[in-house]
């Protein structure tokens, strides 16, 4: 909590009417602000220094003071909302207002304000305009892990930042070339080669070669990681590298499912870094810039190997309010959004 918690929560506890001023005793700030007695009068004494309450201590034993609030709740809260929304941040506006029981008509007036922010918005960073996508959630995200990620949201965002070996295209019902640009296997399915696509980066620029894919399958394969999709593997003999940019598998049983494997959950991590929830690194189009339990930044990754990702950035942040407001972006519109765009780039492309 901070001092604008601090005196929003004091506020509430104490003012009910017009009347803003009121008996109170330290006793009662410490349990308003959860804290001891002694942090309680260093929180009062900064609220004076910000001149937003005057305090007048009491005198004599079981005396009250008197507290005097200078700021009424319904300009402080707007102001507050205004300044954290004119700076861009958004989360701790959210924060903010999830943290505090606020009345409502306020309450209404503060998320209209900040609902205005969502959805599609250009904006001019350092003369360089920027299109950004802000999207509300219900809930907190699961895992991005792509051997883990099984909830369509997960898996859809898992999929912006980590890339397959191929990808199927559920139209023709075919598999198509993504970073491996081609494979073979043997007539019964025991033996395939997945040959890598050369200039391909992770986001930190390292260069994906089939010793990544090697980690990525030993990460599945190996029962001691506990994943999902570890039985995709169950029949797997060994998995190596032929070249730098070759990789070969070999099954004790035909496999001919491995291409509808590999374009689902084994998507490639680096080899340096691995899969960890506060180090995502792949090589998809968007990268991770900023992860926490209430926000997901995403920026384009200027050197995707595809084409150009037409929005600079994804964010989305924690807010089941506004999930729920009418024509306000959710992550499903947004799903919707990026597939037909994705459609109309592949339709665009095949026209020249």
Request: charged fraction near 25%; proline fraction near 3%; include cysteine.
């Amino acid at each position: 909590m901070n001092a604008y918690d601090y005196y929003t929560e004091l506020y509430l506890a104490k003012v009910g009417g017009e009347e803003r001023q009121f008996a109170i005793s330290i006793a009662e700030c410490a349990e308003i602000f959860y804290c001891s007695a002694r942090n309680a009068k260093l929180i009062i004494h900064k609220l004076e220094n910000l001149s937003w309450i005057q305090w007048r201590s009491g005198r004599g034993r079981g005396n009250k003071s008197q507290i005097h609030f200078l700021k009424e709740l319904d300009t402080f809260v707007k102001e507050r909302i205004n300044a954290l929304v004119s700076r861009q941040q958004l989360d701790q506006a959210l924060a903010f207002l999830q943290a505090h029981t606020l009345p409502q008509m306020l309450t209404n007036q503060c998320w209209a304000r900040v609902k205005k922010e969502f959805g599609y918005q250009t904006n001019q960073n350092k003369q360089k305009e920027q299109d950004i996508l802000r999207i509300p959630i219900n809930r907190q995200l699961t895992t991005l892990d792509p051997a883990r990620a099984a909830i369509t949201t997960e898996s859809h965002l898992s999929r912006q930042i980590f890339d397959c070996l191929v990808n199927y295209k559920v139209d023709s019902d075919t598999f198509v070339p993504h970073l491996a640009h081609y494979w073979e296997y043997a007539l019964d399915r025991t033996e395939w080669r997945f040959y890598l696509r050369k200039g391909v980066y992770f986001h930190s620029g390292h260069e994906l070669t089939a010793r990544d894919v090697v980690f990525t399958v030993q990460r599945i394969a190996d029962p001691v990681n506990h994943l999902p999709c570890h039985w995709y593997f169950d029949t797997l003999l060994k998995v190596r590298q032929l070249h730098r940019y070759v990789v070969a598998l070999t099954f004790s049983k035909p496999t001919p499912a491995l291409l509808y494997f590999s374009s689902l959950n084994l998507a490639i991590l680096a080899s340096d870094t691995g899969y960890h929830p506060k180090q995502m690194i792949g090589t998809g189009p968007f990268k991770i810039v900023h992860s926490s339990n209430q926000l997901l930044l995403l920026a384009r990754f200027a050197d995707y190997f595809r084409e150009r990702a037409l929005l600079d950035r994804i964010e989305l942040y924690v807010a089941p309010k506004l999930v729920g407001a009418k024509k306000c972006m959710t992550y499903r519109k947004f799903r919707r959004i990026t597939l037909h765009m994705q459609s109309a780039l592949k339709k665009r492309a095949a026209a020249t």
